[in-house]
């Protein structure tokens, strides 16, 4: 299926260093966007990144995709404790239903104070 | 908040109740979507309605029955559940996408549904 991987499953770092999760898809896609989810709750939209960008920052998180390798990752700089949660890649598959995502299982993210 | 609401937060069901679970967004969005949460599990989509049309039901058991009065309100009716039908239940809604692809989608904060 089209669904995204997230790499590591689970990512425990110190308050202040930086955290990389990495995301694997399967077919060609439009976009491919990043959902942060804290414990039993909905998930909040990060950043959205479209097929034909390479890279695209938002305050401390910074999102690399390369297509030739079907791949992206998001970079969480100086983590905070705050930043506690788990972080899901989604994609859509080009001609499929407008709207539809994949989403993976995401990467527990814990940042210790 | 992402302007987007699900009541109830919690539920607790007999497999042999009828109850629903009501999603409400204010953000003109144009198409709207149930998800299910399992632990362990991708996020699996069970419904999409795009301009009060379901554009697509993913093979979902029809103990599960959604309902898109307008374009504000989704529903889904429960009836008959299974234990195994204990999980998050998550509501989204977006504007539909063109060419660029699906956009953002904005979540409510779910209902977590247990089946006794």
């Known amino acids: 299926s089209q669904q995204g991987e997230e790499d590591p499953q689970a990512l425990s770092i110190q308050e202040g260093e930086n955290a990389t999760m990495n995301c694997s898809y399967k077919?060609?896609?439009?976009?491919l966007q990043w959902y942060r989810q804290n414990s039993g709750r909905g998930l909040v939209h990060l950043i959205l990144?479209?097929?034909?960008?390479r890279e695209k920052h938002s305050g401390r998180l910074r999102v690399t995709l390369d297509t030739s390798k079907k791949s992206s990752s998001l970079l969480i700089t100086a983590s905070r404790a705050a930043d506690t949660a788990s972080y899901f890649c989604?994609?859509?598959?080009?001609?499929?239903?407008?709207?539809?995502?994949?989403f993976g299982r995401g990467t527990q993210l814990t940042v210790w104070p | 908040e992402t302007g987007v609401t699900q009541t109830p937060r919690h539920l607790v069901m007999g497999m042999t109740n009828k109850k629903s679970l009501k999603c409400e967004q204010h953000?003109?969005?144009?198409?709207m979507y149930w998800y299910k949460q399992s632990a362990k599990k991708p996020l699996e989509l069970m419904f999409v309605?795009?301009?009060?049309?379901?554009?697509e039901n993913n093979s979902v058991p029809s103990r599960f029955s959604p309902e898109c009065p307008n374009s504000s309100h989704l529903f889904l009716h429960l009836h008959t559940l299974q234990p195994e039908d204990s999980a998050l239940y998550l509501c989204?809604?977006?504007?539909?996408?063109?060419?660029?692809?699906?956009?953002?989608?904005?979540f409510g904060p779910g209902t977590r549904l247990t089946v006794l």
């Open positions: 309605y795009s301009l009060e049309e379901r554009v």
């Open positions: 990144i479209r097929s034909n960008e």
């Open positions: 077919t060609s896609i439009n976009n």
């Open positions: 953000l003109g969005h144009n198409a």
């Open positions: 989604a994609t859509d598959a080009r001609g499929s239903t407008l709207g539809r995502l994949y």
């Open positions: 989204a809604s977006s504007t539909q996408g063109l060419a660029g692809g699906p956009l953002e989608q904005f």
